[in-house]
């Protein structure tokens, strides 16, 4: 189902850095875990990142361990992905994705079909 919504793609050279941001206004974020999908040109849709949000621990796919930082931030009923070092691998639509934390304890990065609630993405391009 298609309730939130990403912004913040752009295209970029290698090197570079992104920040995305993901939103809803139809509920707050406050009951679910969230989560960062790619989706690469041609390939599967993969998780990257995620936040639980009980605890906010976070986990990240070892693409971009060290690159990548998932925040959340309550006041603005928003996550956020900063992307810094950005290689052409990052390339793809990225999508986030909501967990509900009353039927999982923890987020996950993949099946991403778990997650219940999802936006239309947004697009990062990394090339020279």
């Known amino acids: 189902q298609v309730a939130l919504v990403e912004s913040g793609g752009d295209s970029v050279q290698p090197g570079k850095s992104l920040k995305l941001s993901c939103t809803t206004n139809?509920?707050?974020?406050?009951?679910?875990?969230l989560g960062w999908f790619l989706q690469a040109p041609g390939r599967a849709r993969e998780g990257i990142a995620c936040?639980?949000?009980?605890?906010?621990?976070?986990h990240y796919d070892d693409s971009v361990m060290g690159r990548f930082a998932l925040s959340k931030d309550n006041t603005k009923n928003t996550v956020y992905l900063v992307m810094n070092d950005l290689k052409p691998d990052d390339t793809g639509r990225y999508y986030c994705?909501?967990?509900?934390?009353?039927?999982?304890?923890?987020?996950?990065?993949?099946?991403?079909?778990?997650?219940?609630?999802w936006g239309q993405g947004t697009l990062v391009t990394v090339s020279s």
């Open positions: 994705g909501a967990l509900p934390r009353r039927h999982f304890s923890d987020c996950k990065l993949n099946p991403w079909n778990d997650y219940d609630w």
């Open positions: 139809q509920f707050t974020l406050d009951g679910y875990h």
């Open positions: 936040i639980n949000t009980l605890n906010g621990a976070t």
